[in-house]
């Protein structure tokens, strides 16, 4: 397969530092670096042309504004939404700007290659909301199971639909983040920041139960469990989880329940909207779950849909009968 974007040939085969790296190690979270490496690899399969093709080693320092222009536009050519662009071209941007740190590249050809234009796109939110009855026939199928397993599931899914945390939230939590009395959890979201969520009496219940069974050794407040039953442990703490692992145990018990499929991110929406149906304000639910701006949290408020809905419902669609 041949580039889809000319480049100029590398000019200095010494180069040691690579931005790439540079910029994925900067990055505060797994997830974070886990995200962004696979934009990244997209871009560089779009610049070389090769199927299994990754930014590593790639000369992100000789990109010029017809190059970069060139790969936003075949981005956009990729049937992708417009927010799954943008972030393509945010880390395109990041590693733009390592290059111009390490002294790769000129701070006049760094701001020219990294003027690229936002895509604007309005699309309706995606996602569905979570019933209580799905959420309800979940933890049924965790308590059928009788396991450590079922136990922790049950404590997870209850601090997923009560907090609207993250899946990579939650699963980085340790034991030492969870406050019993205070029925909080202290979470560190992206950018390194942390805030304080709160659980329902019932998640606070789901949780004992669970740490009943896990104990009180240190590590990941969910960890993966063995065949065996046992938790995982690594250098003599409970290992932690990643945020697809608390995904897959979703849609397994969602599964087992034969109750319809529904995402991590599909709870965080439910609770947002619960909050602001219930009457929270804008600004205490932004809090909660840790979005930089109240303009993010607004677009998972469902009052308006419901207003327009309303609205409709007053009118009446005339009798079919034929003039005179």
């Not at 942390?194 to 669970?210: G, I, K, N």
């Not at 329940?257 to 619960?274: K, L, M, V, Y």
């Not at 809090?287 to 469902?302: C, F, N, Q």
């Amino acid at each position: 397969m041949s580039s889809i974007v000319e480049l100029p040939r590398q000019r200095d085969a010494a180069v040691h530092a690579d931005p790439y790296t540079t910029y994925l190690d900067a990055l505060d979270s797994a997830e974070s670096r886990r995200s962004m490496k696979g934009c990244l690899d997209r871009i560089a399969r779009l610049m070389t042309g090769e199927d299994d093709g990754t930014g590593a080693g790639q000369p992100w320092h000789l990109l010029r504004y017809e190059h970069t222009t060139r790969i936003r536009t075949i981005l956009c050519e990729q049937g992708w939404s417009a927010a799954y662009v943008n972030k393509h071209l945010v880390a395109l941007r990041r590693v733009l700007k390592e290059a111009w740190r390490l002294g790769l590249t000129s701070a006049e050809d760094y701001q020219r290659a990294a003027d690229l234009a936002t895509v604007e796109q309005h699309r309706l939110p995606h996602g569905q909301h979570v019933p209580g009855e799905v959420l309800g026939a979940a933890l049924a199928a965790c308590d059928a199971d009788e396991s450590p397993a079922g136990r922790r599931d049950a404590a997870l899914l209850a601090a997923l639909y009560s907090t609207g945390c993250r899946r990579a939230e939650l699963a980085a939590l340790a034991v030492g983040d969870y406050d019993g009395a205070a029925r909080s959890f202290r979470v560190t979201g992206k950018r390194n920041k942390q805030r304080m969520v709160y659980l329902t009496s019932q998640a606070v219940a789901r949780l004992e139960a669970w740490l009943a069974v896990r104990g009180k050794a240190p590590g990941a407040l969910f960890g993966p469990i063995n065949k065996a039953g046992r938790l995982r442990l690594r250098d003599g703490a409970v290992a932690a989880m990643s945020g697809q692992a608390v995904a897959d145990i979703l849609t397994r018990r969602l599964t087992q329940a034969q109750a319809p499929s529904r995402s991590p991110h599909d709870f965080r929406r439910t609770f947002i909207g619960e909050l602001l149906d219930a009457g929270v304000d804008l600004a205490t639910a932004q809090g909660l779950v840790g979005h930089a701006s109240p303009a993010t949290t607004a677009r998972y408020d469902r009052r308006p849909e419901r207003q327009r809905r309303a609205a409709v419902d007053r009118l009446t669609l005339p009798e079919a009968k034929p003039l005179r």
